[in-house]
Nanobody, 122 residues
Framework: QVWPVESGGGLVQAGGSLRLSCVASGYASASGWFRQAPGKEREFVAAISGSGDSTYYADAVKGRFTTSRDIAKDTVYLQMNSLKPEDTAVYYC??????????????????WGQGTQVTVSS
């Protein structure tokens, strides 16, 4: 089993940066980052393959966010730069046992973290 634990959220001004970490012991064929703002559905942010060779991003964060993996530390990161107020949400890390290719779908993932709040002030 792979139970992710996120950390690194907080309050930041617009234009600032935050780095989220997700520790997940055990092998995951893919890891994803999702976010959910109040009153909205959970949405895809970024994903990375188990090897770390492939990454995927939602259009809304492309060029601003970067995901990476440190296999030795069982940790996945989400570096968030040029943050905007609309990035405010609870951010979740997720892990997939068997990756089928639909990295942007919530149901691709088997294990979810508890979430970490990111608030961007204007």
């Amino acid at each position: 089993q792979v139970w992710p634990v996120e950390s690194g959220g907080g309050l930041v001004q617009a234009g600032g940066s935050l780095r989220l970490s997700c520790v997940a012991s055990g092998y995951a064929s893919a890891s994803g980052w999702f976010r959910q703002a109040p009153g909205k559905e959970r949405e895809f942010v970024a994903a990375i393959s188990g090897s770390g060779d492939s990454t995927y991003y939602a259009d809304a964060v492309k060029g601003r966010f970067t995901t990476s993996r440190d296999i030795a530390k069982d940790t996945v990161y989400l570096q968030m730069n040029s943050l905007k107020p609309e990035d405010t949400a609870v951010y979740y890390c997720a892990a997939a046992k068997y990756y089928s290719g639909t990295y942007y779908r919530v149901d691709e993932y088997d294990y979810w973290g508890q979430g970490t709040q990111v608030t961007v002030s204007s």
